[in-house]
């Protein structure tokens, strides 16, 4: 097996649960795993790039924001007279070409009077949104700029939210962004963390925007600081400036469809969203394990638990950025004292046949045993893939964790 983008045993197994497990069980504990699979399946099934749209004055940081989302060099920053039209959309591409985030650029946000371009600002975002629409509009303001014309652009996000909702029947959620908060005033104290001076300067500012957008949205959006700057050199990060970023980028994620938030975790790399995501796993996948295990009915033809397990770490592998195959998987499972049944389990997981439960504990795995066992693998698969702990930690937090109740 090569290095697989997508976790393929996850899937796998949500397809076993759903045509095989589920027909099977009594309606009461159905209902209970029902909505953990569908939970599940909303984060693994049909997954796909997350879309945004970023508007703001030029100059206001957009591409700044997005190198700075990527920790990479993908954005043209600063140049010196905006060339594309007022609105098109930005594929960001990984190292294998695949899609990892699409843009919808504004450029040029507000200057509705520039004779540059041949179409208006509204006929523009028209024509943007024909075939698809943003998942969520993040509105970028200078920190220094909040005061001017602010008026006349939240009246025109409200628009091209308007035409979105129109078009496609569906309302994007709009995300603040005060941007360039380390230009604030006192100037000196311009690399987080900042004082308690430059934290009352950004305080004013974002209530400033926050009051503004008030005015024109019932359901008040988030506004948010940051500092997005981050000095390249080479493809390198030579100076690095960020602040909030991750605050923004996790608040992010609840205003995205459950089938972008695999992709937005890799594109991130941040480990509180890995985590985050990773726990929604786990915890699905334990209910179903707790589900399963509580089982009187045979259900030994099914290696659902171990199939769960394994695809869960899978999972949490592929959230985690890191590139992964069977091997990994294997060493991980190892590490946690798995035998050779284990070994077995993987090289027929695709089969269906394994027989091996981890922990062995022959065909009488009671449910809350089952539960405990898949969290505690879930969190030690988050110390070694997300927080790269050493296997020794890992194993160490699997087996404290057999002993605790969920959390
Ligand atoms: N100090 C500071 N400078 C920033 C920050 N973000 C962006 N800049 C600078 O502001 C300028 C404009 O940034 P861009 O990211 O190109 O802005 P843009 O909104 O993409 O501009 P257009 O594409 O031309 O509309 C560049 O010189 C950036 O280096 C920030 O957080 N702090
Ligand atoms: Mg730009």
Not at 209 to 235: H, R, T
Request: glycine share 4%; charged share 25%.
């Amino acid at each position: 097996m090569s290095n697989e983008r997508k976790p393929e045993e996850l899937q796998q197994s949500l397809e076993l649960i759903r045509n095989k497990l589920l027909p099977k069980l009594p309606a009461s504990v159905k209902q209970k795993i029902n909505p953990e699979v569908e939970k599940l399946e909303e984060l693994f099934l049909n997954t796909r790039s997350p879309r945004f749209a970023v508007v703001g004055r030029r100059g206001a940081g957009k591409s700044t924001l997005i190198n700075a989302i990527f920790q990479k060099e993908v954005a043209k920053v600063g140049s010196v007279v905006a060339e594309t039209e007022r609105a098109s959309w930005h594929t960001f591409k990984d190292e294998k070409n695949e899609t990892l985030m699409e843009v919808l650029d504004t450029r040029g946000f507000g200057e509705g009077s520039s004779e540059r371009f041949a179409l208006s600002e509204e006929d523009a975002w028209q024509e943007a949104i024909q075939d698809t629409y943003p998942d969520a509009i993040l509105f970028l303001v200078k920190a220094k700029e909040v005061d001017s014309r602010i008026t006349e652009d939240i009246k025109q996000l409200k628009s091209l939210q308007s035409l979105i909702l129109e078009k496609h029947d569906y309302r994007p959620p709009i995300v603040g962004v005060v941007t360039q908060v380390d230009e604030l005033d006192p100037i000196y104290d311009s690399d987080p963390p900042f004082t308690s001076e430059k934290n009352d300067a950004i305080h004013l500012a974002v209530s400033h925007v926050n009051k503004m957008l008030k005015k024109e949205f019932q359901d008040i959006p988030k506004v948010i600081p940051v500092c997005a700057y981050l000095a390249f050199k080479n493809g390198e990060i030579v100076y690095d400036r960020r602040y909030n970023i991750e605050t923004l980028t996790d608040y992010l994620l609840d205003q995205l469809p459950g089938n972008t938030w695999m992709e937005w975790a890799r594109i991130t790399q941040g480990k509180k969203i890995q985590t985050r995501i990773a726990k929604t796993v786990g915890k699905s996948a334990s209910t179903i394990a707790a589900g399963v295990g509580a089982q009187p009915i045979p259900l030994a033809d099914l290696p659902i638990i171990t199939s769960i397990q394994i695809s869960m770490v899978a999972a949490i592998a592929y959230i985690s950025g890191r590139k992964f195959n069977r091997k990994t998987l294997l060493e991980f499972f190892t590490a946690m004292g798995a035998n050779v049944g284990t070994a077995l389990a993987f090289r027929q997981l695709s089969r269906s046949v394994s027989k091996f439960v981890f922990p062995v504990a022959g065909n009488a795995i009671s449910g809350t045993l089952a539960a405990t066992a898949t969290w505690g693998l879930c969190k030690a698969a988050i110390l070694y893939f997300i927080e790269k702990r050493p296997a020794i930690e890992a194993k160490e937090a699997y087996d404290f964790n057999q002993e605790k109740p969920l959390d």
